[in-house]
């Protein structure tokens, strides 16, 4: 089983993979050509991750948000030409 994390500066992949209760091994399973020590690397920020992870795990972990995060603040194009969405209450709207 693995161990729970006590990283404060969490990145999006890791919140996503722990909104979901799925350890690094159990996302790996789920992820299935993502190994544990590629989901390790990718959420500690020692590798950026590439836009075919990204894509699996936004569709695995439901969460189609990591597309644009990925897209807006990682790759060189898209912190050209795509806008980053940020969540906002409707009152706001």
């Not at 950026?48 to 644009?68: F, G, H, Q, W």
Request: hydrophobic share 30%.
């Amino acid at each position: 089983m693995g161990r729970k994390s006590t990283k404060e500066n969490k990145n999006v992949y890791q919140t996503s993979r722990e909104s979901l209760g799925l350890t690094r091994e159990a996302a790996a399973e789920k992820l299935e050509f993502l190994s544990a020590d590629r989901i390790e690397k990718i959420e500690s920020e020692r590798s950026l991750p590439r836009p075919d992870e990204v894509l699996i795990m936004a569709e695995k972990y439901k969460t189609p948000s990591l597309c644009n995060y990925f897209c807006a603040r990682q790759c060189p194009i898209g912190q050209q030409y795509v806008p980053e969405i940020r969540n906002s209450e409707l009152s706001d709207i």
